[in-house]
DNA sequence: GTTGTATTTCGTTATTGTTCGAAATAAAAT
DNA sequence: ATTTTATTTCGAACAATAACGAAATACAAC
């Protein structure tokens, strides 16, 4: 775990805005083809961030990249999911090197 | 608290590591002439950190500015102590929203 | 294999962050 | 009052980030 790169990775709020968009992810998303067991399609997430494809797809590459979400692919989709793991890990290295 | 503001400040490693450094100054910094109580004296945060003492004291302003030290002034030199209570409120804030 | 849909990568522009040395400010000492 | 010491602010250079549209890639369906 990277802390200088996941916290990087957390000082923007257009991405904290897409980790807790994943918390709850029926709550956030209308219904897509798959159960969100598999994550969040990254369309769903273009369309709820209101920024432009490509913008939203470099936040998203942010996040896998500090390992605050894992990714899923199925067909020509790509289902983005939280690392509870990561996140918890990163909650954890912040508590203690503050 | 402005969270965003305070993630930002984080989002640096010399200025975590200031943060880390001012949390045991006795082991951290060698004597100055005031107790440790008033916080440490810049000038000694400027040696510590290797850089110019106009960068530190730019890394010490955005600090200041998210709350996560306060300072004191005695004479002609300024004293930085972390501000814990901030600091407990920016955890608590992030383990609420992440 | 061509078309259509989903997504990422590329090239560009604008904004923000980091760093420095030099100048400015503040306070104390001579 | 001038000098010395401590610190901050200013101006410039460079790096990193955020944003966009257009081009490229991936995959499925026809």
Redesign the interface.
Known sequence: MDL?EV??A??N?TR?DI??WLKTPEAEFCEQSFPFEHGVCSGKIFERAGLSQSTVSAHLAVLQKAGLVSTQKIGQWVFYKRNEEA?AG??AA??D??
């Open positions: 200088d916290i990087k957390l000082a709020p904290r980790l807790a996140i990163f909650l912040i508590r090197t503050l």
